[in-house]
């Protein structure tokens, strides 16, 4: 087939019209049930009353102004944000990597600011996700995604995860930052081993360094706290959001306390579209369902609920399941590695239910976050005849292997 697209995709042969709730029907009519929730977008599943309310209202009022003017709804929503959160100040993008972007040019600037301009380096983890843009890419580290791009953004240093030891040596003189997804998510939902967060808090603190934390797709309820640095304690200086803060419309954030932001004065960066006024309708009606009483709390038990019952198929399907990691909603299977985890989320589609693959062997269960016991219950089965088929598969291997 031709297509006019760039062809930076393998696209599943499927073509969704609508949805509702956490069900998405394809044409044709076949029904899916979506636990990859577009990676982590459909923080309110599709088409939430509310939010197609919040949609049509400011659609009638105004779209877009500009920065140059004052924008009430965005005031609000950062406002909102704040009180929420470690931060004192919010700058709104249109994407993750956007809301990266202004993050390490904070990091930056803040050092610089502080007279120290020498420290622009950031120090990253193998196995991040950062975004796609040059710079995100080079913190990403990713030779995939940098490869035949030219020389990398200057200024990352590479570290492997978990590995205190090695982020001691690479703080140099030339260092600023450390950034750091609080749970990997691309990388295959990989949490920091205890203490981990902490520790680099205490040596950033020490070393005068600020703590980045990325919680594109951590962020907003995902792991059954409003922010995923709440499951640590550990509080960032600077944390980028995206993904779930706009509900399937294309809103990032970055955050930051007054001290990390003080480089970012009058005329030092800037975005056209970033924090138009139907963007930020639509996010402060996210948050109105988000910071409801009770809506968190919800999302922490629905996925202990789901963790639980995941455990028990991992145990009667150990051939195929070989671990089961994450928190709240963002949960991740691992698969054998006898079967690729794309294979692994073909098997789990054909019986009507979407799952994301992420590195090291996962598929990425991301659903969205107003699921709750009916949804578990109609997902368990389609993971458990997809299991079945999977185990034919690998037994198979293992005979032709053997
Ligand atoms: C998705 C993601 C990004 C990039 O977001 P885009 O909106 O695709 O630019 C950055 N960081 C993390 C942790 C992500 O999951």
Known sequence: MTSPLLPTYSRIELAFEKGEGAWLEASGGKRFLDFGGGIAVASLGYAHPHLIEALHAQ??????????FRIPEGERLAQRLVDNSFADVVFFTNSGAEALECAIKMARKYQS?????????????????????????????????????????????????NDLEAVKAAIGPQTGAILIEPIQGEGGIKSPSPGFLRALRELCDQHHLTLIFDEVQTGVGRTGKLFAYELSGVQPDIMSIAKGIGGGFPLGACLATTEASKGMTYGTHGTTFGGNPLAMAIGNAVLDIVLAPGFIEHVAQTGLMLKQKLAALKDSHSDVITEIRGEGLMMGLRINDKMPAADFAALVRQEGLLVIPAGENVVRLLPPLIIGESEVAEALPRFEKACIAASKTITHAERTQA
């Open 113 to 161: 600011a502080c007279g120290r301009p020498e420290r622009f380096r950031i120090i990253t983890f193998e196995g991040a996700f950062h975004g796609r843009t040059l710079a995100t890419i080079a913190a990403g580290g990713n030779k995939k995604y940098l490869d035949g791009f030219g020389p990398p953004v200057e200024g990352f240093d590479l570290v492997p995860f």
């Open 59 to 68: 659609g009638q009022k105004i779209w877009h102004t500009s920065n140059l």
